[in-house]
């Protein structure tokens, strides 16, 4: 696993307590697990610490996490650069009004949902999560964002599957990642 | 709930930032919503200072957060204090070897998990969740913690629903809430 530009020195231990599991959840899949990267309190403080100092001048106004992992990188940054955190959940659970977005898996299809209300046109938005992959969850991530007025900025995530062209799929947006893996 | 935190200036912007949406997931449920809180960010540090300025001279090697909401406030706090984040999560969800700890709903049961070799033998932890109502998930949470020989040195929560009693549920364990809602 490379780290992205092998500069800085928190990037080679971030890289190495990330956790390979084979075969999860299905066989043939080479699962990036980030949970053993949240059991070195260091390097967490890290990955967050690299993060906000790419983005805490950007006068970003809205860090949008994608759950249930963007959940755990999105707060701290947003709280760290004075944001508002905002989940994108799984359909039915977000209470009260929310904006729809559906998107393609392997198989069948998948929605995505934003409460109304908690972005306003003009805000500047970050949008975090773990890892990309195909690109799709970020790509619906964009369009509920951009549907209600706001301005997508980057997207950030701790890993990147470059093999799988998410990066692609995310159109003129541009993509930070930490680490990229070629598994 | 202490004096001390009614009393600090901090409560009202919190307690003003929790929204609640009545018939949530199912008609009669007032359904406490903590996201209008993270639209604030000066209230949503706030919540996070309260919880880390009690816990971080107590040496908690290790928060464990419940999924989905106690992966928003857990790992501030986790990061705030010097400790381990642990997600605990709904089955099927964490790779690699697990232990699971199943609990009772009101209609049904649900489990929780937690990754073998995140806790080990003797580390003090908290478990955070963003409400307590029956107490069901934080108890089966805290099994989990006992059951790999960690001691559970408090539960913390934004939000407590007493009249649903989750209190009584924790085996003796503290409980700290900032609000609490009838």
Do not use: W
């Amino acid at each position: 696993m490379a780290s992205q530009g092998g500069q800085d020195p928190r990037l080679a231990k971030i890289a190495s307590s990330i956790r390979v599991i084979p075969d999860f959840p299905k066989p043939g899949i080479m699962f990036q697990d980030i949970t053993t990267l949240l059991l070195n309190p260091e390097a967490f403080k890290d990955t967050i610490d690299l993060f906000v100092e790419r983005y805490r001048e950007q006068n970003i106004s809205v860090v949008a996490g994608v759950e249930a992992r963007g959940f755990i990188f999105g707060p701290p940054i947003a709280l760290a650069i004075g944001a508002k955190f905002v989940p994108m959940r799984k359909p039915n659970k977000l209470p009260g009004e929310v904006i729809s977005e559906e998107y393609s898996l392997e198989y069948g299809t998948d929605t995505m949902e934003m409460h109304v209300g908690a972005v306003q046109p003009g805000d500047r938005a970050l949008i975090v999560d773990d890892l990309i992959a195909t690109g799709g969850t970020l790509c619906a991530a964009i369009k509920l964002i951009e549907r209600v007025g706001a301005e997508v900025v980057e997207c950030a995530c701790a890993i990147e599957l470059p093999e799988l062209k998410g990066r692609d799929r995310l159109g003129d947006k541009p993509l930070f990642v930490l680490v990229s893996s070629d598994i | 709930m202490s004096a001390d935190k009614d009393e600090d200036p901090r409560m009202y912007g919190i307690k003003s930032r929790i929204r609640v949406v009545p018939d949530f997931p199912k008609p009669g449920i007032m359904f406490q919503d903590i996201t209008t809180l993270l639209l604030d960010s000066k209230a949503f540090k706030d919540t996070i200072d309260l919880f880390v300025e009690r816990y971080k001279d107590r040496n908690i090697s290790v928060v464990a957060g419940i999924e989905a909401r106690g992966f928003i406030f857990g790992p501030p706090i986790a990061l705030a204090i010097g400790a381990k984040f642990v997600p605990l999560r709904k089955p099927g969800k964490l790779p690699g070897e697990v232990i699971s700890e199943d609990y009772v709903l009101e209609y049904g049961k649900d489990c929780l998990q937690m990754h073998i070799g995140a806790v080990q033998p003797e580390e003090r932890a908290l478990v955070v969740d963003d409400l307590i109502a029956t107490g069901g998930t934080l108890c089966a949470a805290m099994n989990l913690l006992e059951r790999v020989g960690a001691e559970v040195v408090e539960c913390a929560c934004v939000i407590e629903l007493p009249d649903l009693k989750g209190r009584e549920r924790l085996k003796g364990k503290p409980l700290y809430v900032l609000v609490e809602s009838h």
